[in-house]
């Protein structure tokens, strides 16, 4: 069965630094892979995806996430944080090709002044 | 001129009444969902449908049932409902398999 964790419940950064949110997958076959985001109080917003090709892949906002097959791991980046990325971020996987994506359980990003 | 509609946004109702939540895309999209979200962040899923068929069903109690009259939209019933109801309920839409969800806002179920 298809998984996805999110190994830290809350990453905190100082803003102008990079940031990294932390996302390993499980899944029988090629994984399709995404990032979206959550502000309060509204629904999620697509960042960017991963289905095939380039391993480093560039989303909304500035962000991009690296795909690493070997360490199964798909983890958000940002070469510097804004304090308006503060939110909830989830990553998710989808093996079935559509239909059934299953999402992490969120990491909190705080992003202070 | 908002891509995924629900209604209501806010939905307080007694244990064991019945209620629905409605959802409206106009993206054409061929693949809706519903999504539940507890107090804990976590998102579960619930259904899929499509082109009105019915995809999953993720182990949903059947006091829940989906409707899809056309593409663009897919309703949910809940009958009796219970204090373990309460959660925030999603719905969304992708294009295909591949393509990335649009979510709703949300409709926020509480159950007294």
């Known amino acids: 069965a298809q998984s996805v964790a999110q190994p830290e419940d809350q990453v905190n950064v100082a803003e102008g630094n990079p940031l990294t949110v932390k996302c390993t997958y499980s899944v029988s076959g090629n994984p399709y892979l995404f990032w979206y985001v959550q502000y309060p109080n509204r629904g999620l917003q697509f960042l960017l995806k991963?289905?095939?090709?380039?391993?480093l892949v560039k989303g909304s906002y500035g962000f991009e996430a690296e795909f690493n097959k070997s360490q199964t791991s798909f983890h958000l980046k940002k070469p510097s944080a804004l304090v308006s990325d503060s939110a909830l971020y989830f990553c998710?996987?989808?093996?079935?090709?559509?239909?059934?994506?299953?999402f992490g359980a969120g990491t909190r990003l705080f992003v202070k002044a | 001129d908002t891509a995924v509609s629900q209604t209501p946004k806010y939905l307080v109702t007694q244990m064991g009444n019945d209620k629905s939540i409605k959802c409206e895309q106009n993206l054409g999209h061929d693949t809706m969902y519903w999504y539940k979200q507890d107090s804990k962040k976590f998102l579960k899923i619930m259904f899929s449908y499509n082109n009105k068929e019915l995809i999953i069903n993720e182990t949903v109690p059947n006091r829940f049932s989906p409707k899809s009259p056309d593409k663009a939209h897919l309703n949910l019933h809940i009958n009796s409902l219970e204090l373990g109801d309460s959660a925030v309920y999603f719905c969304a839409s992708s294009q295909d398999g591949a393509s990335f969800y649009t979510f709703g806002s949300g409709t926020r179920l509480t159950v007294v």
């Open positions: 998710a996987v989808d093996d079935t090709g559509g239909f059934k994506t299953i």
């Open positions: 991963y289905i095939t090709g380039d391993n």
